[in-house]
């Protein structure tokens, strides 16, 4: 049973075009019984944060390809990816690469 | 790895995946010491001082090995606010400011387009993002140029001319370039002169006022016409598919950027083209039917415009760890929509091409680094003509060297011809714009107006005609190619003029050999069908 989390989430390099233009979300993931990993948070994100447009965001349970995903300001694939369990507090960056040049 | 009927939807699962994941107790590869925070190519963890110094080595490397840019020279830096492009201005600033021997020697400008015409973005949403973007280069502190790409219909058709320029660059001339340019600075310091660099600078902001001081006189840089403005809406809306508006922005764009530097005195063009980008290019371009031009496409460095070069120097960087590299440092940037934004994944070639790079590249994670190293074995082979000739006529769009040979050029436009005497009145009439006489529904009567609708379409055939292969395939997008900016359709009339000048001047001896007929005369010239000359 997993207690209610506070999370930062943020959208960088145009992902928040999908988001109504909103960087930082501060969110309060709800108490469940499995513990809060990504792909749960992505599924989360999916169902109440994402405007519009799912599939420039997600791609089966995981990111679209050139969307990087950084853990407190490292690389997930350091943390596990999919995997890692989310701490209260963590703050999660998605940075669209697909944009610009 | 590409079959037939495998779907890409779904990456696979985790365990088929060759690279082995990483634990948590991982340190960095390099330094054995530091806490890694990113992870390169695959499998390598880097700290973030050591990820810093990769970066930043990676870029002074790509510039040192080519040994392109003298020290002294004026490098404008085509910055659209993006990740890599601002990556790459920071990385000049801050290899310019070191006070050692291995700082980098140029003298930069920063020039921004903007395009928000193009993208159908409102005035004030472009006048927003233009402060965003005035800021920042204020902060960067370079002699900027802001232009908007409605200054494209007031270019003049010198921009789509080749200005060859003595070549340069052999090893010893570098060599002397630098050293001499060495010796220079310790006299001057010896002189108690001061920096060079900054000497150079303050001379540089002395000579361009207008595009640096906001409240002076109206530069290049106040707002465009309300009638470009509507006239650059009017022909992008005509283009009828994504990928012919992508690449008639880009060639709009290196266009308008060309002229700028000329105008300025800069001899070298710097892009923030990364691995990532240039990988992907190179596909699309080949789809696209660009592929005897991938060498400059997509190499470091493109001479196809003689005196002024444009060079990639982040060629070397991926796209992740530009990203990075921008978050970790706080590298400013302004996110700016493109005509491609939310745009599905089949809606251009281009969109096509990324998301099969990215996809292959989330399975397999050498794709990218696989085709750039493809991308760098390819070596710019001068067109082999008959008897040694000059290099042939340029596309009169992308300026590369024509790809297609005279027969080819005369079964196209005798294709063309036919099916033109085939077409239905009405649609020759919509092809001719706001024609609407009713001469031309009798069909091929010699009337005034069938001249004239034939005249109209022999001008779009004189374009055509000028055009590489695939500039041709995106023309074939504009059902009318009259929206173009007039200096294309100028410089069209001019070479076909000249062309037939030549043509007539010529004897009627011995055919000149590799003379590559590109624009025979068309039959509806004269009013008169079967000219006796047509062809060659």
């Given at each position: 049973m997993a207690a209610p989390l506070s999370v930062e989430v943020e959208f960088g390099g145009g992902a928040e075009l999908l988001f109504d233009g909103v960087k930082k979300h501060q969110v309060t993931l709800p108490g469940q019984e499995e513990p809060w990993d990504i792909r749960n948070l992505l599924v989360w994100i999916k169902k109440n944060l994402l405007k519009e447009r799912p599939e420039l965001f997600i791609q089966g349970d995981s990111v679209r390809p050139g969307i990087l995903v950084l853990i407190n300001d490292a690389d997930w694939e350091l943390l596990g990816e999919l995997d890692y369990q989310l701490q209260d507090q963590d703050s999660v960056l998605f940075i669209s690469t697909l944009h610009g040049g | 790895m590409c079959q037939v009927g495998e779907d890409y939807a779904e990456p696979p699962p985790r365990e088929s995946l060759p690279a082995p994941r990483l634990g948590c107790g991982q340190k960095c590869v390099k330094c054995k010491?530091?806490?890694?925070?990113?992870?390169?190519?695959?499998?390598?963890?880097?700290?973030?001082?050591?990820?810093?110094?990769?970066?930043?080595?990676?870029?002074?490397?790509?510039?040192?090995?080519?040994?392109?840019?003298?020290?002294?020279?004026?490098?404008?830096?085509?910055?659209?606010?993006?990740?890599?492009?601002?990556?790459?201005?920071?990385?000049?600033?801050?290899?310019?400011?070191?006070?050692?021997?291995?700082?980098?020697?140029?003298?930069?400008?920063?020039?921004?387009?903007?395009?928000?015409?193009?993208?159908?973005?409102?005035?004030?949403?472009?006048?927003?993002?233009?402060?965003?973007?005035?800021?920042?280069?204020?902060?960067?502190?370079?002699?900027?140029?802001?232009?908007?790409?409605?200054?494209?219909?007031?270019?003049?058709?010198?921009?789509?001319?080749?200005?060859?320029?003595?070549?340069?660059?052999?090893?010893?001339?570098?060599?002397?370039?630098?050293?001499?340019?060495?010796?220079?600075?310790?006299?001057?310091?010896?002189?108690?002169?001061?920096?060079?660099?900054?000497?150079?600078?303050?001379?540089?902001?002395?000579?361009?006022?207008?595009?640096?001081?906001?409240?002076?006189?109206?530069?290049?840089?106040?707002?465009?016409?309300?009638?470009?403005?509507?006239?650059?809406?009017?022909?992008?809306?005509?283009?009828?598919?994504?990928?012919?508006?992508?690449?008639?922005?880009?060639t709009l764009r290196s266009h308008l950027i060309l002229h700028v530097a000329r105008a300025h005195g800069y001899s070298k063009v710097m892009t923030g083209d990364s691995c990532t980008r240039l990988a992907i290019k190179l596909m699309t371009n080949l789809a696209l039917g660009r592929g005897a031009f991938l060498a400059w496409d997509t190499g470091f460095s493109d001479e196809r415009h003689g005196d002024v070069v444009v060079v990639r120097p982040m060629r070397d960087h991926t796209l992740k760890e530009v990203a990075f590299y921008n978050r970790l440092f706080a590298i400013p940037s302004v996110f700016t929509p493109a005509v491609d934004t939310k745009a599905p994944e089949k809606a251009s070639i281009h969109r096509l091409m990324e998301a099969f790079i990215l996809q292959l590249q989330a399975q397999f994670p050498s794709t990218v680094s696989t085709v750039y190293r493809t991308s760098e074995k390819l070596v710019k082979a001068p067109r082999e003509d008959c008897a040694g000739e000059p290099e042939g006529p340029r596309c009169l769009l992308c300026l590369c060297i024509l790809d297609i040979d005279a027969a080819d050029s005369a079964t196209a436009f005798g294709a063309q011809t036919s099916t033109l005497s085939q077409m239905p009145p009405s649609a020759l009439q919509a092809e001719a714009g706001t024609r609407t006489a009713p001469c031309c529904a009798v069909g091929r009567a010699p009337g005034c107006c069938w001249k004239a609708c034939r005249r109209e379409h022999d001008s779009q055939t004189q374009v055509i005609q000028q055009l590489c292969y695939s500039c041709r395939g995106n023309m074939k997008d504009l059902p009318s190619l009259d929206p173009l900016p007039p200096y294309i359709l100028a410089e069209a009339q001019l070479r076909s003029q000249r062309y037939k000048t030549c043509l007539a001047g010529a004897q009627v001896g011995a055919p000149r050999a590799g003379s590559h007929t590109h624009f025979p005369q068309g039959p509806g010239h004269a009013g008169d069908p079967g000219l006796s000359d047509r062809g060659q």
């Open positions: - | 010491q530091g806490e890694p925070v990113v992870v390169i190519r695959a499998g390598d963890a880097f700290c973030r001082d050591c990820f810093k110094a990769f970066y930043i080595h990676k870029f002074r490397a790509m510039l040192g090995k080519n040994r392109l840019i003298f020290p002294g020279e004026k490098v404008l830096l085509a910055w659209s606010g993006g990740p890599s492009s601002s990556s790459m201005v920071w990385q000049v600033l801050e290899g310019l400011s070191q006070h050692s021997a291995k700082r980098l020697r140029f003298v930069p400008g920063v020039i921004y387009v903007d395009e928000g015409a193009a993208c159908g973005r409102s005035l004030e949403d472009r006048a927003k993002t233009l402060a965003e973007v005035k800021q920042v280069l204020h902060t960067v502190g370079f002699p900027w140029h802001v232009v908007s790409l409605e200054e494209v219909f007031g270019l003049p058709p010198s921009v789509l001319r080749c200005c060859p320029q003595e070549l340069a660059g052999t090893e010893g001339a570098y060599k002397a370039a630098v050293d001499s340019f060495l010796q220079h600075q310790h006299t001057l310091q010896v002189e108690g002169a001061g920096d060079s660099y900054s000497l150079a600078r303050g001379d540089e902001e002395q000579s361009w006022p207008q595009s640096q001081d906001p409240h002076g006189p109206p530069s290049p840089a106040a707002s465009p016409s309300a009638a470009q403005t509507e006239a650059l809406c009017r022909l992008f809306e005509s283009v009828q598919t994504l990928t012919a508006k992508e690449e008639l922005l880009q």
